[in-house]
């Protein structure tokens, strides 16, 4: 990935983009779980494929890729954290104070996220793989930019109408996160190592449960984690007003008044703690926060069942096991 990127430093010699490329670098290379980098190397070992230079500049497109799905996601979201820091744009912003720093901040963060997505096209396509195979792959990988752009959408849509229902929430995590961060990274390795088609299919039976799980505890730290541990303010998807599945379990089961406090504050710009932990009691008290925590264990169950019986390797079914683990049970 270093060597990648220092192959592709700013075409011009102007400081100030010189510094939004180092800026960018800096992102994609400091923190994150690297969760979809390590689901397509398994895919990958799951097939048979060996260690080699090739995977690892493939599943490092995913992460380029990834890195610049976020940034426009905070964008979108107006987030001020990501990992701890500030966010790309908030960055850019702070490069140039003064009038206008905001709007700046913003357009050059839709302008970086767009060149990291650029990157990953170049890194997989170059990732040296069989052409044949590399195809393949690269359809698998089209199709998860079309699903995660419109489970976005989705996403954005729900802000605007009344609320979105339990299966509507879950339809947006299965395209927004389920298909893009476990199911297609794993089948795209499948698919370079040259993977039969009941391997990948198992690999999507496996991967949508645990992405599924691995969504529904974002959203559980996104309301309940703490800041220190997730690298994100602890107020965002309450002032965001994100229509998660956890929320909407909790507006399903509360009481008139309970309904009207979060379809007051939910949502609210001025949210305060106070109000966001009157809302995260509510939350526990209508059962949402238990079912949710259902959900995810019996996705687990579903993905650990098919793991056991999908027709991959020794190793990576040992590793996979562990890895679905601790996405669903994280703190962060």
Request: hydrophobic share 40%; aromatic share 6%; glycine share 10%.
């Amino acid at each position: 990935m270093t060597g990648f990127l220092e192959a592709w430093r700013a075409p011009v010699s102007d400081p100030d983009v010189v510094a939004a490329y180092e800026l960018l670098t800096d992102f994609i290379l400091s923190g994150g779980k690297r969760v979809r980098p390590q689901l397509c190397y398994w895919g990958w070992r799951g097939a048979g494929g060996d260690d080699c230079d090739e995977i690892v500049s493939a599943a490092a497109a995913l992460e380029l890729c990834h890195a610049g799905l976020l940034i426009h996601d905070d964008i979108m979201d107006g987030s001020e954290l990501r990992r701890g820091h500030a966010t790309v744009h908030r960055r850019l912003s702070q490069l140039h104070a003064g009038p206008g720093a905001e709007t700046f901040g913003q357009a050059g963060g839709i302008l970086l996220g767009t060149l990291s997505l650029a990157w990953a096209d170049a890194l997989l396509s170059s990732c040296g793989v069989e052409p044949g195979r590399l195809r393949v792959a690269h359809h698998l990988f089209d199709a998860m930019r079309s699903e995660v752009i419109s489970g976005q959408y989705l996403d954005i849509l729900a802000q605007l109408r009344a609320g979105a229902s339990v299966p509507e929430s879950l339809t947006v995590i299965r395209y927004k996160t389920a298909k893009y961060t476990v199911e297609r990274p794993m089948q795209i390795g499948g698919a370079l190592a040259g993977a039969p088609p009941e391997l990948l299919e198992s690999y999507s039976r496996f991967g949508l449960p645990l992405g599924e799980a691995f969504q529904l505890r974002d959203d559980v730290l996104g309301t309940f984690g703490s800041s220190a541990e997730t690298g994100k303010s602890a107020l965002d998807d309450l002032r965001d007003g994100k229509h998660t599945v956890l929320f909407a379990h909790a507006v399903q089961r509360a009481t008139p008044a309970q309904r009207s406090y979060l379809r007051t504050w939910h949502g609210h710009p001025d949210l305060t703690e106070e109000q966001a932990d009157e809302l995260r009691q509510i939350i526990i008290a209508t059962g949402a926060l238990a079912e949710v925590e259902d959900m995810i264990a019996e996705r687990v169950r579903e993905a650990a069942a098919e793991l056991r019986a999908a027709p991959m390797t020794a190793e990576a079914r040992e590793a996979l096991a562990v890895l679905a683990e601790r996405l669903a049970h994280r703190d962060r």
